[in-house]
Structures are given as C-alpha cells and as structure tokens.
C-alpha cells in the first residue's frame, strides 16, 4: 500500500532534484574534521602519556584518599579556619567590589554608543584585552613582589584581573542598551552624561549586578587558590594541610568552601531577582 506521503515526497524529489540531493561537499567536510578532532585527541592522549593502567591506578589512589578523608575532622583549628575562610570572603569581596567600581568609567571609554572616538575606543579594548589576558594567579604573583605577602595582594591580584573582564562585559551591555531613553533625556536639555545615568544606566545595571555577583562568587574559588601562593586566607591551611597528609582536615576545608560558594550563589539569585523585580525602583 502506497501512503500518499510517499507520493508527494516521490513528486517533490522529481521536480525539486538539487534540494534533495546529498550534498557531498559537506559531508567530506564533516568527515574530514571528526576525523581530524579524533586524531588528535588520539595524539594528545599518546604525546602525554595516558595510559589505562595509569589511570586505574590512579583512581585506585584517589579512591584511598577519599577513604582516609572521611570523617571531616577540623581538629583543634576549626576557629583558624573560620578565620580564614572570612579573610578569603573578604579578599573576594573587595577585590570584586574595587574591579567593578574602576571598571564602569573604563567601559564607558570602551563603548561605541557613549565614546565615538575611535582611538579611544581602540585602545581601551586593547588595554582591557591586556590585563583579562593574564590569570589572576600570575597578577597575585607579581603583587606579592610588590607589596609583599597577605590579603593585600590577593585583594589586588583579584581587582586587576576582573577590572579587565569587567571592563569587557559592561561594555558589552551598555554597548547593547536601547538609545531611545538617551534619546529623550537629551531631547529634554540633559547632558551626555545625563543621558547615560539616566537612559543607559538603569537599563543595564540589572545586568552588571548580575556579574559582578557571578563573578564574587567565582572568586571566593580563586581567592582560595591564590592563598596557596602566599594571598592569604584559607588556602593557605589548605595547602599545609595537604603537604602534611592531613585528609580528614582537607575534607573539612573543601566542604567549609563548598558550602560558602552554595551559600553566596543562593543569595545572589536572591539579590537578582529582587533588584530586576525592581527595576522601576532602582531606575
């Protein structure tokens, strides 16, 4: 039994033949690049030595160590280690807070609808680019050399690598806000600047607390990574306690951190929501 489905597909290959026809092009081309991506991936597995056996062994090593992890167990410096993890919210806090207060007059430079100037435009992308380009771990090194170790740098480490992803992502937004309410701010007698604060900038503040509170989240991790170099704060504890074995102690810490970062997430949405449920107000 023919459906007349099959007829109207046999009709339509009649009359349209180039629609229906394979396009082989494309399909060497797709199969040249899978071919292409698992050959490398083989390359890479082989130029850096992976081995099954290496990775079972391993996993049998990672199994060891989760078992000598439990019970967490802060022994007697549970109150240092509170300590520690406020110092390591701290430098987060301020190194995220300082980076977006410097960061907005900068992104204003970097964007094309408040900065017409090209050469202007040109070089604050490139300067942004510049420092977004090196980890928050080399700027916490360098700091360190420079104002020696502590949280201090550690809150300048962190304020130097998110003033140039800042700068980038609150140019991005105002660059993406709507020109009508500049329009009419200016057509009232305001200023320029007028204009932004009141026809760019409750458009997109929503926008920017939302990152700014991503990325204070985000650098409770970093703020940690860096106190093993010297940064201050808990990993600090968490680096001498791994040098000396003490499992059950980092299991303590990575949960202290695990559920600080859940923590600050739930306030966060709980901040965004509200202040993008308010727009009206905080316009």
Known sequence: MIRQTDVDRAGLKERYPETFRTPVLAHAVYLTIVTAGAGLVVYALWRFGFSPAKFLDGLGKLGTVLTLMVPPDPGSQLWKYVAALGETLSIAFLGTLGAAILALPASMLAAKNVVANRFVHFASRRFLDSIRGIDTLIWALIWINVVGLGPFAGI????????????????????????????????????????????????????????????????????????????????????????????????????????????????????????????GVVA
């Open 156 to 279: 300048l480490a962190i304020m130097t690598s998110d003033f140039g992803s800042f700068g980038k992502l609150f140019s991005e937004a105002i660059e993406a806000s709507d020109r009508k309410p500049v329009d009419g701010v200016t057509s009232a007698g305001g200023s320029d600047l007028h204009g932004f604060r009141f026809g760019v900038l409750p458009q997109v503040l929503p926008i920017l607390l939302s990152q700014v509170l991503y990325y204070f989240e985000s650098n409770t991790r970093s703020a940690t990574i860096i106190g093993i170099v010297g940064a201050g704060g808990i990993g600090l504890y968490l680096a001498n306690e791994i040098a000396q074995a003490e499992w059950q102690s980092v299991a303590f810490l990575i949960l202290m951190i695990l559920a600080t970062v859940a923590a600050i997430d739930w306030i966060s949405a709980k901040i965004r929501f509200a202040v993008i449920g308010r727009r």
